[in-house]
């Protein structure tokens, strides 16, 4: 079965580019989350959607953070311009519920803001 | 709010030595309980989770962890460690009902020495 996935993998640009992030959730998950996470602050929430609609935006960083979920199996994270503390590395994760079942993370994608 | 707490922030074992990670939370109700498993490069893998039943759960890896609700504790247990086991181990709990979602501890980083 495959799991989710997320692309780039890596990600190297320099301060004031457009970063875009993108997952693909398991079919048939209904809530997909974008996590951040970063040595000093661990590991984030940034927002969360369920049936593609954002639910929940409260730990997106700031206005240059955006996320959309066009569809069942596609989401983006976007960063617009990007600055150097916004380095980490980028996990969506899916569930096919909020809270009493477990999240299914991608592997990840490390973002270097130069 | 729920929130969880794991205490230790490194740990490091010898290989073949038994293991405990320590996990409090709190929440008002039962909570859904997880604990998962990060590898350098990789995202969160779930190891075992807590719903409801007998107290003490099985999980992959050799893994068990035990529910005690008088503590608000889930610790998570291996009776003899091997050094494929280091890794970074998170502890999340879920909510049963409402609006709150999963939110994960800070993790504990584990070493095993030969």
């Known amino acids: 079965d495959a799991g989710v996935i997320q692309s780039p993998r890596h990600e190297v640009t320099e301060m004031g580019q457009e970063v875009t992030l993108r997952c693909k959730p398991i079919s048939g998950h209904d809530y997909l989350f974008w996590y951040r996470q970063t040595m000093m602050r661990g590991l984030e929430l940034l927002i969360y959607f369920n049936n593609n609609v954002p639910i929940d935006d409260s730990g997106m960083p700031e206005d240059r953070f955006s996320a959309k979920m066009p569809n069942a199996s596609f989401s983006t994270l976007k960063i617009q311009p990007s600055e150097p503390r916004d380095s980490a590395v980028y996990f969506c994760?899916?569930?096919?519920?909020?809270?009493?079942?477990?999240?299914?993370f991608g592997d990840g994608t490390r973002l270097s803001i130069l | 709010a729920q929130s969880v707490t794991q205490p230790d922030i490194h740990i490091t074992v010898s290989e073949g030595a038994s293991l405990e990670l320590r996990c409090n939370y709190s929440y008002g109700a039962t909570p859904y309980l997880f604990w998962y498993v990060q590898s350098p490069g990789q995202g969160l893998q779930l190891l075992l989770k807590?719903?409801?039943?007998?107290?003490l759960v099985q999980g992959i890896k050799g893994f068990e962890a035990e529910f005690k609700r008088s503590q608000s504790s889930f610790n998570l247990r291996k009776p003899s460690v091997h050094w494929s086991d280091a890794a970074e181990y998170f502890c999340a709990v879920g909510p049963s009902g409402g609006y709150q979602k999963v939110t994960f501890g800070t993790g504990t980083k584990l070493q095993v020495i030969p």
């Open positions: 807590y719903f409801s039943g007998d107290t």
């Open positions: 994760a899916s569930s096919p519920d909020r809270g009493s079942q477990p999240q299914h």
